[in-house]
């Protein structure tokens, strides 16, 4: 079996939020929309029993809301063939697809968000991903230190 990873999924709240995912039939989704190909590469390595973190972009204020788990790996985004849905790609072929997804599972929503401000002033997440200066890629991954670290803040809160 694969060591279990551990990721950060962007969602923007009015779009999809934490409460919706909980809300969905058996609490589990397609993660979809994903249009950025190093984003889409984190998800191709995504594993069956990995771990995410739920984050709330562009949003008052952008936080860490929760935790979902990966129960499929990736697979073709239908969406990337739909010309009538807003993430049609029409470079995209169907006998080669451009875009892939993953299906997520809720798994908890955390007591407070953990805004992105109060992560900055967290000397052991100095080098997330999602605290460089202009990243905004929308899948990421997260170290197992920073999981825990992340984790322990969740439970103070």
């Known amino acids: 079996m694969p ?7 962007k969602s923007e709240p009015e779009s999809f939020s934490i409460d919706d995912l909980k809300q969905a039939k058996q609490q589990t989704t397609c993660w979809d929309g994903v249009r950025n190909y ?6 191709r390595s995504m594993n069956v029993g990995d771990l995410a973190f739920f984050y709330h972009s562009n949003a ?5 809301v929760g935790i979902v788990e990966i129960v499929r790996t990736a697979y073709p985004d239908h969406t990337q063939f739909d010309s009538s849905h807003h993430h049609f ?5 169907m006998e080669a697809p451009a875009w892939d997804m993953v299906d997520v599972k809720f798994v908890e929503k ?26 905004r890629l ?20």
């Open 3 to 9: 060591k279990q990873q551990f990721w950060l999924l």
């Open 38 to 43: 190093q984003a889409r590469n984190y998800m």
């Open 60 to 64: 008052a204020p952008p936080a860490i």
């Open 89 to 93: 790609d029409p470079k995209s072929k």
């Open 110 to 135: 955390f007591a407070a968000p953990l805004s992105l401000e109060m992560l900055r002033d967290i000397a052991a997440l100095k080098d997330m991903e999602l605290l460089r200066r202009g990243s």
């Open 138 to 157: 929308s899948v990421q991954p997260v170290t197992a230190a920073q999981w825990k670290t992340i984790i322990k803040l969740a439970n103070k809160k």
